[in-house]
């Protein structure tokens, strides 16, 4: 079984300041690892993944995760943040033997503050 | 845009009903998986179809049902609605490298 904790349900950040959103999982199976993105009304956006090799992933938008395993964790992290990153960030896993079946966190709001 | 499209966005329906939801894709996979999000909350995995037969699901009971076409369209099913099938439904397509999935805007249903 798979489980995905977000640790902290909303993060307000000023604008320009750096943010962590964090993430812990715990699985019975080698998983995949993920962070997405919802804006308001609107569907998933792929953001990054870590499926192997180096633990440090860049994404889209400057964000970038750190997957470290003795610590089943799989952090968010933005330099900088703009008003535009304000949105619902999802941390998920996908086993590595059922391929594409995602088991979700339940979200951290992410507010940026002008 | 993800090349996921999903029908239709917005739907109403009363305690007891049925509802079917669509699902496309661009991508031409043989693989969809349907996923409910309550208000507040992360997804949570439906169920996945993989060359039109069931290949995996979550916990969910049996009146939530699908179809997958040859044409790689799919359906989502959902008997005997209840108060708490209210959610926004989301149906996804493996990327290229069939490990990421790529998900639809949504079909957002209210149970009255």
């Known amino acids: 079984a798979q489980s995905v904790t977000q640790l902290d349900s909303q993060v307000p950040v000023f604008e320009e300041a750096p943010v962590e959103l964090r993430c812990n999982y715990s699985?019975?199976?080698?998983?995949?690892l993920f962070w997405y993105v919802q804006y308001p009304n609107q569907g998933l956006q792929l953001l990054l993944k870590?499926?192997?090799?180096?633990?440090l992933v860049k994404g889209i938008n400057g964000f970038e995760a750190e997957f470290n395993k003795s610590q089943t964790s799989f952090h968010l992290r933005k330099p900088s943040v703009h008003i535009s990153d304000t949105a619902e960030y999802f941390c998920?896993?996908?086993?590595?033997?059922?391929?594409?079946?995602?088991?979700f966190g339940t979200g951290t709001s992410l507010t940026v503050i002008p | 845009e993800t090349g996921v499209t999903q029908s239709p966005t917005h739907l109403i329906k009363t305690r007891g009903q049925q509802v079917t939801l669509r699902c496309s894709s661009q991508s031409g996979h043989n693989t969809v998986s349907w996923y409910q999000q309550a208000l507040g909350q992360g997804p949570q995995f439906i169920f996945q179809y993989y060359r039109e037969e069931e290949n995996g699901r979550g916990n969910f009971p049996p009146r939530f049902s699908g179809l997958q076409f040859p044409n790689y369209s799919s359906e989502l099913n959902v008997n005997a609605l209840e108060l708490d099938d209210s959610a926004l439904y989301l149906c996804?397509?493996?990327?290229?490298?069939?490990?990421?999935?790529?998900f639809g805007q949504g079909t957002r249903l209210t149970v009255v």
């Open positions: 870590y499926l192997s090799g180096s633990t």
């Open positions: 998920a896993v996908s086993p590595w033997i059922t391929g594409n079946q995602f088991y």
């Open positions: 699985s019975s199976v080698s998983v995949y």
């Open positions: 996804a397509s493996p990327g290229d490298a069939n490990t990421e999935a790529f």
